[in-house]
């Protein structure tokens, strides 16, 4: 249980234009998930936190503008990267919490590797 | 001082041996503890939640020191395919939802 499913895995685009990144909770409701980055060799970083319904909280120093976030249902949440430049390529990873579970456990998507040439 | 202190590593360690890992955090205020373990180019995965009693999974043993804010990670038996990245992670206190991660220690089991 508590599934977490992240698409598209893998994704190469030209400078310029947008991605978007999806994330689902597949067994179970999520009205926050996670959006977190990850450069080479470096942690996970906390991009924004998003919110069934209402807008995105964006950590300090990531643009709410360049990173658009929507959460329009309980089981997804979209991240899209606008305008995207080289040094925007890294990993992106979704998280959910099932707050129904015991341990109140993050699950992660598999991640995107996003390469922008 | 960073939010999440692990050391980086590289561990290498051969099969069967018994290996720890510490992690300092730096908010006192943290009230939740994990590790997870990710492999290469993959998400984290979780491996154990971390009690202040302590805690055992098989093979695997967490530690934390809350007056210290030190954690631990025991691995006894080490096999193969405990080669991976082993991240130390605490939630973000204050009210605010979401994980810090440490970078991570990498760790080598040789046959």
């Known amino acids: 249980g508590a599934v977490v499913s992240q698409h598209p895995s893998r994704v190469i685009c030209k400078s310029g234009t947008s991605v978007k990144i999806e994330c689902r909770s597949l067994?179970?409701?999520?009205?926050?998930m996670f959006w977190y980055r990850q450069f080479p060799k470096q942690s996970l970083m906390l991009m924004a936190t998003s919110n069934e319904g209402s807008k995105a909280t964006y950590e300090q120093g990531v643009e709410k503008d360049k990173f658009l976030i929507n959460h329009a249902s309980l089981t997804l949440s979209t991240l899209t990267v606008t305008s995207a430049h080289p040094e925007d390529s890294s990993f992106y990873i979704c998280?959910?919490?099932?707050?129904?579970?015991?341990?109140?456990?993050?699950?992660f998507g598999s991640g995107t590797r996003l390469t922008v040439v | 001082r960073k939010e999440v202190e692990q050391d980086p590593g590289p561990f290498n360690v051969p099969e069967g041996a018994t290996v720890a890992f510490n992690c300092t955090y730096s908010?006192?205020?943290?009230?939740?503890f994990f590790w997870y373990r990710q492999d290469c180019r993959k998400e984290p995965k979780l491996l154990m939640s971390v009690y202040s009693s302590g805690n055992e999974d098989g093979r695997f043993t967490a530690q934390l020191n809350r007056a210290s804010q030190y954690i631990s990670l025991l691995i006894r038996d080490s096999k193969l395919s405990d080669s991976a990245t082993y991240l130390c992670?605490?939630?973000?206190?204050?009210?605010?939802?979401?994980?810090?991660f440490g970078k991570g220690t990498h760790l080598i089991i040789q046959p």
């Open positions: 992670v605490v939630n973000r206190p204050g009210g605010a939802d979401g994980l810090t």
């Open positions: 998280s959910a919490r099932d707050s129904g579970r015991a341990n109140y456990g993050y699950t």
């Open positions: 067994d179970f409701q999520a009205t926050t």
């Open positions: 908010n006192s205020a943290s009230q939740s």
